[in-house]
């Protein structure tokens, strides 16, 4: 009888939503960290979350997402489509919001208009938030742009329209890519270009980037890998390395370094193996970072 009434409460359930999506992690990390002392610290630690996503839809118009974590809610949004068509659809959300660029992002409760768009090769959804973030700000306005067109992929985020001030431009977050190897007709590889940029309109010359990043994303075969150029108050260059040659595992390996550089300290440096048996994920590597080596062994599982 009692598994009679579980059955019943997981049909009504999925009958009441259009999806219920349960996902989450753990992982337990062995760590051993080495000083220049020499001295070795050992240590053990834990993670773990589980997450509750419930989505529906009534007809073809309306539909929400509610997550829990824990025994509560952790966020909730919900939208009504106001107009459709083949080019163009319209709807609200109002909720748990987010909205983000590599550089700039912002979270919570607001109302927001949103626009998605489409010709062709051109896709483009823009959104406009209203939110009160209190304080002597009552109000204040975002707006996201996330423009795709043949190659060229760019999502420009404006935050804080009001609290900009009079005369003042809101700061900017730009993510943009390109794929250079359709560009140049490049087989048998990827490469693709990204730029992400934090921009203050309010200053001029090299000020105006307070955080930007540039770089290249590769893959060839077994090979995949990155090379950057960043600055976030320190010029530094990095790359990364990952290949499957000996699969099933996965080596990679990882490097960064700041432009001035004054010591061999300053060098960061990754290396890794990882691999999976049945439902666990393994992973045995080493990292040094400011005169430190950690090495871990690190078990962790997903769903």
Do not use: C
């Not at 001029?204 to 075969?221: D, T």
């Amino acid at each position: 009888m009692r598994k009679l009434l579980v059955l019943l409460v997981a049909l009504v359930t999925v009958a009441a939503f259009g999806a219920v999506s349960i996902s989450g992690s753990a992982s337990a990390s062995l760590k051993l960290e080495f000083d220049p002392t020499p001295a070795a610290t050992p240590s053990i630690t834990t993670s773990g979350s589980v997450s509750l996503t419930v989505s529906g839809n009534i007809g073809e118009k309306t539909g929400f997402y509610v997550t829990f974590s824990g025994f509560g809610v952790s966020n909730a949004r919900m939208y009504e489509y106001i107009y459709t068509s083949d080019s163009l659809k319209i709807r609200y959300w109002l909720g748990h919001l987010t909205r983000s660029t590599n550089y700039l992002s912002v979270a919570g409760g607001a109302l927001a208009l949103d626009f998605d768009m489409k010709s062709g090769d051109l896709k483009d959804n823009l959104i406009v938030y209203l939110y009160f973030p209190g304080g002597t700000q009552f109000v204040d306005f975002d707006v996201l742009n996330d423009l795709t067109f043949g190659l060229v992929s760019l999502k420009l985020l404006a935050k804080g329209l009001l609290s900009a001030g009079a005369g003042k431009f809101p700061t900017l977050g730009l993510d943009g890519t390109l794929d250079i190897a359709e560009a140049l007709n490049i087989s048998g590889a990827t490469l693709r270009g990204f730029a992400y940029l934090e921009i203050d309109p309010n200053k001029s010359g090299l000020a105006m980037l307070p955080e930007y990043k540039f770089g290249v994303n590769w893959g060839v075969q077994k090979f995949t890998g990155s090379a950057w150029f960043e600055n976030t108050g320190t010029a530094t260059v990095g790359a990364t390395v990952e290949t499957t040659v000996l699969d099933p595992v996965k080596v990679g390996a990882s490097v960064s370094l700041p432009v001035n550089i004054t010591s061999f300290s300053d060098v960061e440096l990754g290396a890794y193996a990882s691999w999976k048996s049945d439902l666990l994920s393994h992973k045995i590597s080493i990292d040094v970072k400011s005169q430190k080596a950690t090495a871990a062994w690190t078990i962790s599982v997903s769903f």
